[in-house]
């Protein structure tokens, strides 16, 4: 193992001891590069087919009502206005109480260790919190309740951007907890090494 992964390794072990305490983003201090470059591309896929409802119905009205002035984010904001951001952000929520409660098992590269899902309780926490928001805003849309709809839809425009960024960490503390840790290799590799030097 080269001297720079040796350096590296050490970071990542002096940021973990120091910030991977904080609920919810502690475990980032476990994710490599890789891990975060995963976790974007498939939450880019994902959001760019659940959120399909919303730009193809602006545009399409967009498309029919030529003759009007309001423009595509005029009509992409009334597909979203009326509390449909909280349907699409307890979509997103669900599976990250599977990603969190389903821990990896131990694997060929590292026997007897199993890795678990970093901040597991803090993000249950907020999961089921966001959901039953959700709901109440929702139950209360259906049935009647008057709603400022501005003050509607900064709600739920925020719920659906913390549902956006708790997916996103689920999914980059998945990445990482399905790799070999590097800190066991490291430790596996300098342990040969002393051992090869007596």
């Given at each position: 193992m080269t001297n720079s992964s040796h350096r590296k390794i050490r970071i990542?072990?002096?940021?973990?001891?120091?910030?991977?305490?904080?609920?919810?983003f502690g475990g980032l201090t476990r994710c490599s590069g890789t891990d975060h470059f995963k976790a974007g591309k498939e939450l880019l896929i994902t959001l760019f087919f659940s959120t399909t409802t919303f730009w193809l119905a602006a545009l399409l009205i967009w498309l029919t009502k030529k003759g009007q002035v309001m423009s595509y984010w005029y009509h992409l904001r009334t597909t979203v206005e009326n509390g449909e951001l909280t349907i699409f952000a307890v979509s997103l929520l669900g599976p990250i109480l599977f990603l969190a409660l389903d821990d990896v098992p131990e694997n060929a590269d590292s026997p007897g260790r199993t890795k678990e899902f970093p901040g597991k309780i803090s993000h249950m926490f907020v999961v089921v919190v966001l959901c039953l928001l959700c709901g109440a805003l929702y139950a209360g849309i259906k049935v009647g309740t008057d709603f400022e709809q501005s003050a509607l839809f900064v709600t739920s425009f925020y719920i659906a951007v913390a549902a956006v960024t708790l997916r996103y960490l689920a999914t980059a503390y998945r990445?990482?907890?399905?790799?070999?840790?590097?800190?066991?290799?490291?430790?596996?590799?300098?342990?040969?090494?002393?051992?090869k030097k007596r």
């Open positions: 990542q072990r002096w940021l973990r001891d120091k910030f991977g305490w904080l609920p919810l990445k990482e907890t399905l790799r070999p840790d590097e800190d066991w290799k490291a430790d596996e590799e300098d342990f040969v090494e002393q051992f």
